[in-house]
Antibody, heavy 124, light 107 residues
Framework: EVQLVESGGGLVKPGGSLRLSCVASDFTFNNYNMIWVRQAPGKGLEWVSSISSGSTYIFYADSVKGRFTISRDNAKNSVYLQMNSLRADDTAVYYC?????????????????WGQGTLVTVSS | DIQMTQSPSSLSASVGDRVTITCRASQRISTSLNWYQQRPGKAPKLLIYAASGLQSGVPSRFSGSGSGTDFTLTISSLQPEDFATYYCQQSYNTPGSFGPGTKLDVK
């Protein structure tokens, strides 16, 4: 079964750091771009960052640029999110997802599957 | 960045009802629009890709349509497991922004 499992969430003080991990199974990991999406308590989904299959192309949301770093290790089927200078408004469930590239009357991408999420709480 | 809006933000309906949710993009995005379902406490799940493609394993009562800036998700006959929050997401460019969500609950 194609699966993603996140870990690394927890409680951290403002200004602190945390590293999230996401391990993939049952698909050829190095063929796919990967993304991180977060969801603050009671709020909607926010795209955070993406990394291409070979780590050549990396993008960040303006809200995390300069503080978060996405990376991947294709040998370990893993993608990471290093989060520094954390703030209270970074409190959220963080999901990793695969960016699937397919064809329907032209090339398109979508996010599938998603991991179960890991909760990051930034509080003193 | 492309901004996504959804309407309504919430919707009350009954089992068996036909429901339509609308999503609008701030610029033309062709058919680069996906729909996700999220049940409470769970991860989002892909329902519809490329505006109208039904993801494998998703019941046929779900359908999507639209192109350009205006899109719809329709549930033809609501089932108890369909009460959830629905998000649209554009994949025309990065960042792949999401709509604010439509919460569908029991009338």
């Amino acid at each position: 079964e194609v699966q993603l499992v996140e870990s690394g969430g927890g409680l951290v003080k403002p200004g602190g750091s945390l590293r999230l991990s996401c391990v993939a199974s049952d698909f050829t990991f190095n063929n796919y771009n990967m993304i991180w999406v977060r969801q603050a308590p009671g709020k909607g989904l926010e795209w955070v960052s993406s990394i291409s299959s070979g780590s050549t192309y990396i993008f960040y949301a303006d809200s995390v640029k300069g503080r978060f770093t996405i990376s991947r290790d294709n040998a370990k089927n893993s993608v990471y999110l290093q989060m520094n200078s954390l703030r209270a408004d970074d409190t959220a469930v963080y999901y990793c997802a695969r960016e699937y590239a397919g064809w329907r009357q032209g090339p398109h991408t979508w996010f599938d599957p998603w991991g179960q999420g890991t909760l990051v709480t930034v509080s003193s | 960045d492309i901004q996504m809006t959804q309407s309504p933000s919430s919707l009350s309906a009954s089992v068996g009802d036909r429901v339509t949710i609308t999503c609008r993009a701030s610029q033309r995005i062709s058919t680069s629009l996906n729909w996700y379902q999220q049940r409470p406490g769970k991860a989002p799940k892909l329902l519809i890709y490329a505006a109208s493609g039904l993801q494998s394993g998703v019941p046929s009562r779900f359908s999507g349509s639209g192109s350009g800036t205006d899109f719809t998700l329709t549930i033809s006959s609501l089932q108890p497991e369909d009460f959830a929050t629905y998000y649209c997401q554009q994949s025309y460019n990065t960042p792949g922004s999401f709509g604010p969500g439509t919460k569908l609950d029991v009338k």
